[in-house]
């Protein structure tokens, strides 16, 4: 049983540059999102999605696209890389969206992007 | 808007007891517990939920009070495999965001 994956695992960007940070989950959970992970700032919740075809902002979307064509997949895109975006990103997923997050949370093993 | 955690860290001998706190100035419909070791992934401790619904480790305990949108973790006897740092997510009335602290780290010594 995978749960959350992520990839890549590392990447480094320049300036300017899109990427694609991919999430696949095969629990069949309604429920996907993006945080990001800042020294001394916890984790913050850029897009998230209730399901297929559902997306909605978090905390911190600027600069960031999602899409949620089927399930089991959440990728985020980086349009334009800039260094604040250097960061850890970890996709999360769960079952439940009833009256909302009745259920824990699974988180994948995160993305470390720089950006130089 | 994040939750408030209290201590920012703390730091305990093998067999000490610990309480971290998570309050909100939103009325909140749960409250999520998660401990991250460094360079993993957040891992799941408790949901406490309005009207005191509980679910989550059985060596772990927490409260949630409702009124004071506020939320305490409780580590008795804690061990070295305790090390690390918590989390509080909260989750504002009916939405759909788990909204997360800024984290409390947590050092266990021999």
């Not at chain 2, 000490?16 to 998660?34: M, Q, T």
């Not at chain 2, 690390?84 to 050092?107: D, Q």
Request: aromatic share 10%.
């Amino acid at each position: 049983n995978a749960g959350v994956t992520q990839t890549p695992k590392f990447q480094v960007l320049k300036t300017g540059q899109s990427m694609t940070l991919q999430c696949a989950q095969d629990m069949n959970h309604e429920y996907m999102s993006w945080y990001r992970q800042d020294p001394g700032m916890g984790l913050r919740l850029i897009h998230y999605s209730v399901g297929a075809g559902i997306t909605d902002q978090g905390e911190v979307p600027n600069g960031y696209n999602v899409s949620r064509s089927t399930t089991e997949d959440f990728p985020l895109r980086l349009l334009s890389a800039a260094p604040s975006q250097t960061s850890v990103y970890f996709c999360a997923s769960s079952t439940s969206l009833i009256q909302g997050w009745r259920t824990e949370a699974f988180f994948g093993q995160g993305t470390r992007l720089t950006v130089v | 808007q994040q939750p408030v955690q209290s201590p920012q860290a703390v730091i305990l001998r093998e067999g000490e007891d610990a309480v971290i706190n998570c309050s909100s100035s939103k009325a909140l419909y749960s409250v999520h517990w998660y401990r991250q070791k460094h360079g993993e992934a957040p891992v799941f401790l408790m949901i406490l939920l309005k009207g005191g619904e509980q679910k989550g480790h059985e060596k772990i305990s927490a409260s949630f009070n409702e009124k004071k949108q506020q939320s305490s973790l409780y580590l008795t006897a804690s061990q070295l495999s305790y090390s690390g740092t918590y989390f509080c997510g909260t989750v504002e009335g009916a939405t759909n965001k788990l909204i997360f602290g800024t984290g409390t780290l947590l050092a266990v010594q021999p």
